[in-house]
């Protein structure tokens, strides 16, 4: 008896309500294995993949890519032949109804996992075998060998049979969507007819030339518009929640950081640091944390509900990354007992797989205390926005030789800038103050912050 399972968008963790459909790795017709990736999803954290919860046909997809899809939601249908539930798949998306138990002598199989939050998948098995895709919308039902009776009939058939895509790698694909660009419109090089990053970046070149010859011949060229969806638009609703809730000061401080640079340098040559991207940030980082010993309200937060100051005694360093989907701040766990080694290593391993978009939903939550740091931007200074729930957020500026008062004469020295914003509901102005005043003081004579540390 043919039975079909349908499955919900599974709780993806962190409270998460909803996430965008990215892009189907499966299509109606096609047979899909235990675990297997059929989807891909983006989340206010990261991007997941979706695995199978279940082996058969699939019959329905309820989503077209680009919709945002409620936790509960039904997302696929699949005909699993006999009905049985692989695992405990059904559990994972709250829409099967297979218990997951097995007879006497039965294989175990293994639970599905969501990419990101439990064991690694088969990478054998990542992506599905698509069947060839008739020409006839209607023909994709009879493909698939399911009696009509067994298909939804709420479900759009435009839904259900999604055109051919352009091929892309996913990188590339993200780039695209973060640019408004429609895939189709580019010119492939591929070697298997996929576009390329070169083919976009001269897509988005072309189109940019355009838009200018047009402003230039009097016209206002066209309008390009950008769905606010994903990361981005949780990004927004996050700052506006931050900037009209927490009461915000900056306080700004220049440093002359020349002895800071010349340890770095030193540093950089010494075996402990040969395999290590040491850079400013790292000794920046470092300095945070030792201030925060003797001014820990600058890593506390506000309960509202419980109408608390809760002041944390361990401190998980937010390193804010931009990255081709948005603003990202992965979080360095536990970075009050991390030597400077170990901060540079973490730094550039969290901004690395940021920038990827390989960063798992967990490496992105939890953050007590974050920097940001503009001055690989060449900018001097800003007033950055809390990260709801934190207290303070420090900026670090572009560091650049000026002159600068040093030993009763006026010499070229390296100095930059750093900002700090924080809750004036937790921090009193002094104890601001005193904070930034101290992260200034240790990055001026870093002997100190060596023998602090």
């Known amino acids: 008896m043919s039975v079909v399972e349908t499955f919900n968008l599974p709780d993806l963790g962190?409270?998460?309500?909803?996430?965008?459909?990215?892009?189907?790795?499966?299509?109606v017709g096609d047979t899909v294995d235990l675990n297997q990736v059929i989807a891909e999803v983006e989340t206010a954290k990261a991007a997941v993949e979706l695995p199978s919860p279940f082996a058969g046909t699939v019959v329905a997809l309820h989503a077209a890519e680009g919709d945002t899809v409620e936790v509960?939601?039904?997302?696929?249908?699949?005909?699993?032949?006999?009905?049985?539930?692989?695992g405990d798949g059904g559990a994972a998306g709250d829409g099967g109804t297979g218990d997951g138990g097995t007879g006497d002598g039965a294989e175990e199989k293994p639970a599905a996992v969501l990419v990101g939050y439990g064991v690694a998948q088969d990478s054998g098995s990542r992506r599905a075998r698509r069947r060839p895709r008739p020409a006839d919308?209607?023909?994709?039902?009879?493909?698939?060998?399911?009696?009509?009776?067994?298909?939804?009939?709420?479900?759009d058939p435009a839904v259900a049979a999604p055109p051919e895509r352009t091929l892309a790698?996913?990188?590339?694909?993200?780039?695209?969507?973060?640019?408004g660009v429609d895939l189709d419109e580019v010119t492939a090089t591929g070697a298997h007819g996929d576009v390329?990053?070169?083919?976009?970046?001269?897509?988005?070149?072309?189109?940019?030339?355009?838009?200018?010859?047009?402003?230039?011949?009097?016209?206002?060229?066209?309008?390009?518009?950008?769905?606010?969806?994903?990361?981005?638009?949780?990004?927004?609703?996050?700052?506006?929640?931050?900037?009209?809730?927490?009461?915000?000061?900056?306080?700004?401080?220049?440093?002359d950081i020349t002895p800071s640079m010349e340890l770095l340098d030193e540093l950089t040559a010494h075996a402990r640091f040969a395999d290590v991207r040491l850079t400013p940030l790292a000794l920046v980082a470092k300095a945070l944390l030792v201030a925060l010993r003797t001014n820990p309200s600058l890593n506390s937060a506000?309960?509202?509900?419980?109408?608390?100051?809760?002041?944390?005694?361990?401190v998980n360093l937010g390193i804010a990354a931009a990255t081709p989907r948005g603003l990202m701040v992965p979080v360095i766990r536990d970075a009050h007992r991390a030597s400077l080694r170990d901060l540079a290593v973490s730094i550039a391993d969290l901004t690395a797989a940021a920038r990827d978009g390989t960063t798992p939903p967990s490496d992105l939550v939890g953050g007590t205390i974050t920097i940001t740091n503009i001055g690989v931007f060449g900018i001097d200074s800003g007033t950055p926005i809390l990260n709801p729930g934190e207290a303070a957020i420090l900026c670090l500026g572009a560091v650049?030789?000026?002159?600068?008062?040093?030993?009763?004469?006026i010499a070229l020295r390296e100095v930059t800038t750093l900002s700090?914003?924080?809750?004036?509901?937790?921090?009193?102005?002094?104890?601001?103050?005193?904070?930034?005043?101290?992260?200034?003081?240790?990055?001026?004579?870093?002997?100190?912050?060596?023998?602090?540390?």
């Open 137 to 155: 919308p209607a023909a994709v039902d009879s493909a698939a060998d399911v009696p009509a009776a067994d298909i939804p009939a709420a479900v």
């Open 196 to 255: 390329t990053r070169d083919d976009l970046d001269r897509h988005l070149s072309d189109a940019s030339q355009t838009a200018a010859r047009a402003a230039e011949a009097g016209g206002t060229g066209d309008e390009e518009r950008t769905p606010i969806r994903g990361l981005r638009r949780r990004t927004a609703d996050a700052m506006v929640r931050s900037a009209f809730t927490a009461p915000h000061v900056t306080e700004f401080v220049d440093v």
């Open 400 to 409: 650049r030789r000026r002159p600068w008062e040093w030993q009763g004469e």
């Open 72 to 86: 509960g939601d039904p997302f696929i249908d699949i005909d699993t032949g006999d009905g049985g539930a692989a």
């Open 14 to 27: 962190e409270g998460l309500t909803d996430a965008e459909l990215v892009r189907w790795e499966v299509a």
């Open 302 to 314: 506000w309960d509202d509900d419980a109408q608390e100051i809760v002041t944390k005694r361990y």
């Open 420 to 453: 700090l914003s924080f809750d004036h509901r937790l921090v009193d102005g002094e104890q601001g103050s005193r904070f930034l005043a101290t992260i200034a003081e240790l990055l001026s004579d870093p002997l100190s912050l060596i023998a602090l540390s």
């Open 169 to 179: 790698a996913p990188p590339v694909r993200r780039l695209a969507r973060d640019s």
